[in-house]
């Protein structure tokens, strides 16, 4: 088993030794570079925790009793804990076997395409988690848009009025019908067409993850159990807050920058992960 999968490997083409802590600075990148990729890799997981503006539309499904709290409480805890425990074993293991060379796409980025069947599983289990979460997070820009238009134009038939096909099994508005394809496709059609990956998930990631997912949700805590200003608690919390706060601010820097450096080899429809 051992001796098959090291020949497969060199068939794939090694990436050479490396270390814990990634080739010699200088070698293959600077200091600065390293600082940015860093800072880079950040934003990319800051952009999975950045789900709380889709939290309250998820508590709204759950039945109960229990409450929806607990239930909510209960997820949270197992989605992050799920989610750290597969970043820390993707970037901690990826990192000590491919050290800067550490590729974006973990599954073909460094050559690994054998056995094939696997490399398809691993993408239809992509593709099914994408297409169930981009409805998700879509909602609240789907509810937004309608909410504007419905108070825009309130007699327009194309806009407020419900059809019933099929014996009223389910409703269809045609405003509805069309804005939402039209915005899939263009999102679809700008996701594609943008070569480096791994720089806008992380700018995305960075934007969204400390007003979001730290500082409202944050604020929100401390006024609903009114907790005193200058409380050891508050203290702890307002230091949380601006530690992301810096980070995002550095990842944000950091991605652009990336962007930047990518836009120089800019090939429209060709992925730079």
């Keep these: 088993m051992c001796l098959h999968v090291r020949s497969n490997w060199q068939l794939a083409g090694p990436t050479g030794k490396t270390t814990i802590g990634g080739t010699q600075i200088g070698v293959d990148v600077t200091s600065a570079q390293k600082i940015w990729l860093t800072l880079q890799a950040l934003g990319n997981i800051a952009f999975a925790y950045s789900y709380s503006m889709v939290l309250i539309e998820i508590q709204d499904t ?3 009793p229990p409450a929806e709290n607990k239930t909510m409480r209960k ?10 425990a597969f970043y820390m074993l993707c970037g901690c293991l990826g990192y000590s076997a491919f050290g800067n060379d550490a590729p974006g796409n973990m599954l073909t980025g460094f050559g ?10 691993a993408n239809v289990c992509i593709v099914v988690h994408l297409v169930g979460a981009y409805q998700v997070y879509c909602q609240p820009i789907y509810a937004a848009v309608e909410s504007w ?3 825009r134009w309130p007699n327009s038939e194309f806009v407020v009025r419900q059809y019933h096909p099929f014996s009223g099994k389910f409703s269809l508005n045609m405003f509805r019908l069309v804005w939402r394809t039209a915005f899939v496709i263009v999102s679809t059609v700008l996701a594609i067409s943008l070569p480096f ?7 995305l990631g960075a934007l969204g993850f ?4 730290v500082y409202f949700p944050v604020e929100m805590y401390i006024s609903q ?4 200003k ?9 230091t949380l807050s601006f530690a992301c706060f810096v980070v995002t601010v550095a990842v944000t820097v950091a991605s652009i920058q990336g962007i930047t450096q990518s836009l120089k080899n800019y090939v429209p429809f060709k992925t730079k992960l």
Excluded: C, H
């Design 62 to 64: 759950v039945k109960a």
């Design 75 to 84: 997820a949270n805890l197992m989605g992050v804990s799920t989610t750290t």
């Design 112 to 121: 690994f395409y054998e056995p094939y069947w696997l490399i398809d599983f």
């Design 149 to 151: 238009a419905a108070g």
């Design 197 to 203: 990956f791994n720089d806008i998930l992380g700018l």
């Design 210 to 213: 400390w007003p979001l997912t």
């Design 225 to 228: 159990s009114k907790m005193k």
């Design 230 to 238: 200058y409380s050891r608690k508050w203290v702890a919390l307002q």
